[in-house]
């Protein structure tokens, strides 16, 4: 029998642990790993540790996260740049004093004024557009962000709530396995049972203890890894994970394909580059048309006591347009096909997610049907009849374990399928563009 490998952070590490004799029920809504009973009969005991629950964590990952945080003052940052960019230039100022003795009548005095430089009609605004599409992109991609470190934080405490779950049943099992050590043991001094069934329940004992060590730096990894989330001492303490909830998946595979393309932030944020390059090819062949420089002076001329006045428009002519501006169009021209392509690549990759998590979810739900309904049932009156056949004499040590070995193996596989689940949820939540169970009315549409 091959031992089942428990998912956790993209790896997978083999997990072999036992089970007591007697299964207690599983829920696919409830989540409540009952497992077995001990052997006085009691129910097991939990971790002491203070329990938390995931929406406190994306709440604070939320507000403390710094990539979510700096996501968002670089959308705030660009917003500013809106305004700034459909300003006129910054008017100049002009103070001088002319002499001309040479000619007469002699002209001295001061000349003071002020220039403006004016852009060609519609520059100023297509500029502005520019900025305000570059804002809207970093809206969506503050908003990607966002969604993708929830699914980071959601599969990480998916992967912390495992490994609580495995520790709890190891130390468990590591119990019964002493209880088992303690029977072969009584059994082999009468003379009914042989000697290496002692040394086999001791190897299993060995074998849970080093589970244990491996499960520990597993949740202790995990710990760090949401502490670095949430912007916490990587080293401080977190707690326990409450349970989850499996909800099934009852949304059809169009449905999500059609959510991903209307609200999947990543999506929004190449289509409104698109949007951006368009405009910036209409300012790129505006660039053509000149700009204005209009100077207005004021002359004093203290020698007959008089002022006058002068008045000067100047046009930048675009002379070098072969090199400059053809060239600037140039390149808006390919901008804007490299802005088309990378929607067509992101929007098939996000397909592609969708399908993925839809199917995984689809498989998940099956076998977590097919494990709770069949295959751990089975398991557990293969196991009981096997201890109670051990106890007579009519099986051996290794059959009893083997037979512990295949229930723990399955109630495993039906915990991790369940949190395969909920990851696999988490990432459909971020393609799709936030929970699965919000309706389309209460989400932003596309702009």
Same mark, same amino acid.
């Given at each position: 029998m091959?031992?089942?490998i428990a998912?956790?952070?993209g790896h997978f590490?083999?997990?072999?642990?036992?089970s007591?004799?007697?299964?207690f029920p599983?829920?696919v809504?409830g989540?409540?790993?009952r497992?077995i009973v001990?052997?006085?009969?009691?129910?097991?005991?939990?971790?002491?540790e203070?329990g938390i629950?995931?929406p406190?964590l994306i709440?604070e990952?939320?507000?403390?996260?710094?990539?979510?945080?700096?996501?968002r003052?670089r959308w705030?940052?660009?917003k500013?740049?809106v305004?700034?960019?459909q300003t006129l230039?910054?008017?100049?100022?002009q103070?001088?004093y002319q002499?001309?003795?040479?000619?007469?009548?002699?002209?001295?005095?001061a000349?003071y004024g002020f220039?403006q430089?004016?852009?060609?009609?519609?520059?100023?605004?297509?500029?502005?557009?520019?900025?305000q599409?570059d804002?809207e992109?970093l809206?969506?991609?503050?908003?990607?962000t966002?969604?993708?470190?929830i699914?980071t934080l959601?599969e990480?405490y998916?992967?912390?709530h495992?490994?609580?779950?495995?520790?709890e049943i190891?130390?468990?099992?590591?119990?019964?396995?002493?209880h088992?050590e303690k029977?072969?043991?009584?059994?082999?001094?009468v003379g009914?049972a042989a000697?290496q069934?002692?040394f086999r329940?001791q190897?299993?004992?060995s074998r849970?203890?080093?589970?244990?060590?491996?499960?520990?730096?597993?949740?202790?990894?995990?710990?760090?890894?949401i502490?670095?989330?949430l912007n916490?001492p990587?080293?401080?303490p977190?707690?326990?994970?409450?349970?989850?909830q499996t909800?099934?998946?009852? @949304? /059809?595979?169009q449905? !999500?394909?059609r959510? $991903?393309?209307?609200? *999947?932030?990543?999506l929004?944020?190449?289509?409104k580059?698109?949007d951006?390059?368009?405009r910036?090819?209409?300012l790129a062949?505006r660039?053509?048309?000149?700009?204005?420089?209009?100077?207005?002076?004021?002359?004093?001329n203290?020698k007959?006591n008089?002022?006058?006045?002068?008045v000067?428009v100047g046009?930048?002519i675009p002379?070098?347009y072969?090199?400059k501006?053809?060239q600037?169009v140039?390149e808006?021209?390919?901008g804007?096909e490299?802005?088309?392509?990378?929607?067509a690549?992101?929007r098939q990759?996000?397909?592609?997610?969708?399908?993925?998590g839809f199917?995984?979810?689809q498989?998940a739900?099956?076998?977590?049907?097919?494990?709770?309904d069949?295959? @751990? /049932?089975?398991a557990t !009156?293969?196991?009981? $009849?096997?201890?109670a *056949?051990y106890?007579v004499?009519?099986v051996?040590?290794l059959?009893?374990?083997n037979?512990?070995?295949?229930?723990?193996?399955?109630?495993l596989?039906?915990?991790?399928?369940?949190v395969n689940?909920e990851k696999?949820?988490a990432r459909l939540?971020?393609?799709?563009?936030?929970?699965?169970?919000?309706?389309?009315?209460e989400?932003k549409?596309?702009s």
């Open positions: 091959k031992p089942f998912p956790f952070q590490v083999p997990l072999i642990v036992f007591a004799v007697m299964l599983w829920s809504r989540a409540e790993d497992g001990a052997p006085d009969g009691t129910a097991p005991t939990s971790h002491s203070l629950g995931l406190g709440g990952l939320e507000s403390t996260n710094p990539e979510i945080r700096a996501a003052q705030e940052a660009a500013a740049v305004p700034q960019v230039p910054d008017p100049r100022l103070l001088g002499r001309m003795p040479m000619v007469p009548p002699v002209v001295e005095g000349i220039g430089d004016i852009p060609f009609p519609g520059k100023l605004s297509l500029k502005g557009e520019v900025a599409r804002a992109r809206e969506q991609e503050f908003n990607a966002r969604l993708r470190l699914a959601k990480a998916f992967n912390l495992f490994v609580h779950k495995s520790i190891v130390e468990r099992n590591k119990a019964l396995l002493l088992f029977t072969a043991k009584s059994r082999y001094s009914q000697q069934d002692v329940a190897v299993e004992i849970v203890l080093d589970r244990l060590a491996v499960l520990d730096q597993q949740k202790e990894s995990l710990h760090a890894s502490n670095r989330l916490r990587p080293a401080g977190l707690g326990t994970p409450t349970e989850i909800t099934i998946l009852t @949304i /059809p595979l449905e !999500l394909s959510r $991903a393309d209307e609200f *999947s932030p990543v929004l944020a190449t289509a580059s698109i951006r390059s368009e910036s090819l209409s062949q660039q053509y048309y000149p700009d204005f420089d209009i100077t207005a002076l004021g002359l004093r203290d007959i008089d002022n006058g006045y002068q000067m046009i930048k002379l070098f072969e090199t501006q053809k600037g140039r808006a021209l390919a804007l490299g802005a088309r392509e990378d929607y690549a992101t990759d996000l397909l592609f997610q969708v399908k993925d199917v995984q979810a498989r739900e099956r076998l977590i049907t097919i494990l709770r069949a295959i @751990i /049932p089975q !009156l293969a196991l009981q $009849a096997a201890q *056949s106890a004499g009519k051996d040590f059959t009893l374990l037979s512990l070995l295949i229930l723990q193996e399955s109630q596989e039906l915990h991790g399928e369940m689940h696999a949820l939540e971020a393609v799709t563009g936030g929970p699965l169970e919000a309706s389309l009315a989400r549409p596309r």
